[in-house]
């Protein structure tokens, strides 16, 4: 994909997040598209492009965002890597297989998110915030995953570039 | 032979150009032998120009009906441009009317209260889905700080809790993290408002003594600086009680649907504003039983 395309495709998400796709919550849940573009991200491109995407969206978030300064970038950043680090152990994948990482991601990503706040602000009650928010965020990132990877992945032929045999003989960093 | 061919032409020349200064001279020669001659010819003639005229009539007909099918088409295509044109200005009038009628409200209870009030619009919601806050788009520039309290005519919004330049974000009296100072109406018990994982909100520290009843109406208490008193909140609903407990609590039906917020106002100060004698105190009276 053109540098600059993704850049203004990064660039134009968290606005996104925060207007359009109000309508599109389900009771007080939305689909958390910048966790969805660090994963393509880190999984396509590798762990540092998906950290240092993950961490640069964070900080977006975190302007924005009620929560403490660097929780978003804490948290982006940690998917970036695992998602790059998931991406060393599938050269191809299908929607099934994206959808199911996804999943695994956006449970993770909340885990790490809920396990801050106990850190700043102890008492919340974990089966809480997992029914209401963990869980149908996943659920509801899942689906909008498999759409992607079905819609965008696979329609723009996106590969991993250590998939492409001319990149073979020069080193992977 | 040419000779004698040349000499019969001349002679039925003569002999026609004799029978039409005979069929001129005489006119009672056009009525009886030519009337035989001119019957069939004539018969076959209008049966041809008949047929002729039907031809050209229906093909015409047909031509006209094409023509009249290309300009109805086109007048179609001119009427449903129209037509889209102005149900998009009917929707673009009833949005209006709509906003209208919430900036009147907005007005209205601006005018009806003595703090100082500045309205603002919603411009974005919070990006992830473990805060519930918007951003607003009043800053300090327009002396919207942090900790200002945040309202409709309907009721509590929340609190401004970041504030720049341009923009504020308010956190939801919906939040985990939000706290109202509130009381019950009808009992005058204390309590505290904060939100939940699930985006509702409810009451704490209730006395046990006290005797709720669902549907009473949650007013703020005025006691945190943040609001004025007399603010509605929003009504209880289910009351949880237990003798272990030394306060019970109440679920809260907030009196603001906060997933359809689009102007709010922010209360700058508390203090009492010059205006017109007679206006109402900061407690409007109309605020307290008002349920939209």
Known sequence: MNRWVYVIIALLLV????????????????????????????FYAGEWAGILTGSALGLIMDFVSGGPMGLNIAAEGIMGLLSGLLGRFFLNTTATLTMGMVLLLSVVDGIVV???????????????VFRWTILPEALYNTLIGGFIFWAVVRRLDIKKPWADPASYSTPIV | MLRQRANHRRIFILLLILLLL???????????????????????????????????????????????????????????QDLARLQNEKIQLLEAAQAADRLQQLLDLKEAVSYHLVAARIIGRDPSNWYRTVMINKGTRD????????????????????????????????????????????????GLVEGTENGMARIKYLSLLAELQEGDLVLTSGLTGVFPKGLQIGT????????????QQAALVPSVDFSKLEEVLVITSLEERPGPPGRSGPSSPELKGSRK
């Open chain 2, 236 to 247: 209880l609903g289910r009351t949880t009680k237990k003798e272990s407990d030394l306060f």
């Open chain 2, 22 to 80: 005979g069929v001129i001279l005489f006119p009672e020669l056009q009525k009886r032998p030519l009337y035989f001659l001119a019957r069939p010819v004539v018969l076959v003639i209008t049966g041809l120009q008949a047929g002729l005229t039907w031809i050209g009539g229906g093909f015409g007909h047909v031509w006209q009906n094409y023509f009249d099918l290309v300009s109805v088409k086109r007048e179609n295509d001119l009427l449903k």
């Open chain 1, 114 to 128: 809920f396990s801050f706040h106990q850190w700043v602000m102890s008492g919340i009650p974990f089966i809480e």
């Open chain 1, 15 to 42: 606005p996104i997040q925060t207007t359009w796709l109000s309508a599109a919550g389900l009771h007080t849940v939305r689909p958390d598209l910048v966790l969805l573009f660090v994963y393509f991200t880190g």
């Open chain 2, 143 to 190: 002396g919207v700080n942090v900790e200002m309290g945040v309202i409709t005519p309907v009721g509590v919004v929340g609190r401004v809790i970041k504030s720049s330049a341009t923009a504020s974000q308010v956190l939801l009296a919906t939040d985990r993290n939000s706290a109202v100072a509130a009381l019950i109406e009808r009992t005058r018990d204390e």
